[in-house]
């Protein structure tokens, strides 16, 4: 069974602590994707990455970073976390024959 | 204005009924997902669309290519079929969302 996985279901973290969100994939996929989501504004794509150690800006990355250093792993970094950041964060992969995109079971980030 | 828009926002219909959810988008895509999120957070992707239709149990998916419009429909629909339903178009990297629409089926 395929799975993607996000290493912290829950998190508080004090603004001006540096976060760490970690994603994980077991299906060998090039595509990984962080995304937030919030009420009213649906899914944003923060930053993805198509291969080890390259990565793409996408519509929201300010304040983020991401790192790729193995295939199966996409980290997404909160370098100063600030209380605009509190969301639910999912990571998403994508690949195989079908192309199909997998998420994982988010990350529901409070920064207090 | 969302480059995929979703109708309606939220749905609330009674156990047994036909359901539809419908999706226009306006950027080129070269397929298009359906989504269901349940309460908690996960995403499972129902299906991925380039054109026609699919089927997997009691749903099914159209797409109109030159219409730039999906659907996606529950026949006798069940309170576990509850759950937000997103439609999200891939025009290259990455996808671009709908809202998502809110699903309440009743008993």
């Known amino acids: 069974d395929v799975k993607v996985t996000q290493s912290s279901r829950y998190l508080v973290k004090r603004t001006g602590e540096k976060v760490f969100l970690e994603c994980v994939q077991d299906m060998d996929h090039e595509n990984m994707f962080w995304y937030r989501q919030d009420p009213g504004l649906g899914l944003r794509l923060i930053y993805f990455?198509?291969?080890?150690?390259?990565?793409e800006k996408g519509d929201i990355p300010e304040g983020y970073s991401v790192s790729r250093e193995k295939k199966e792993r996409f980290s997404l970094i909160l370098e100063s976390a600030s209380t605009n950041q509190t969301s639910m964060y999912l990571c998403?992969?994508?690949?195989?024959?079908?192309?199909?995109?997998?998420f994982g079971e988010g990350s529901w980030l409070t920064v207090v | 204005k969302n480059e995929v828009e979703q109708s309606p926002q939220n749905l609330t219909a009674q156990e047994g009924e036909f359901i539809t959810i419908n999706c226009s988008y306006s950027?080129?895509?070269?397929?298009l997902h359906w989504l269901q999120q349940h309460p908690g957070g996960g995403i499972v992707s129902l299906f991925m669309?380039?054109?026609g239709k699919k089927k997997h149990g009691r749903l099914i998916a159209t797409i109109n290519i030159q219409e730039k419009h999906s659907s996606l429909h529950i026949t006798a629909s069940h309170p576990r079929d509850s759950a937000v339903y997103i439609c999200a178009g891939r025009p290259a990297d990455g996808l671009t969302f709908g809202k998502g629409t809110h699903l309440i089926i009743q008993p």
């Open positions: 990455s198509y291969d080890v150690k390259m990565k």
């Open positions: 669309l380039s054109s």
């Open positions: 998403a992969s994508r690949g195989g024959a079908g192309n199909t995109i997998y």
């Open positions: 950027v080129g895509i070269s397929a």
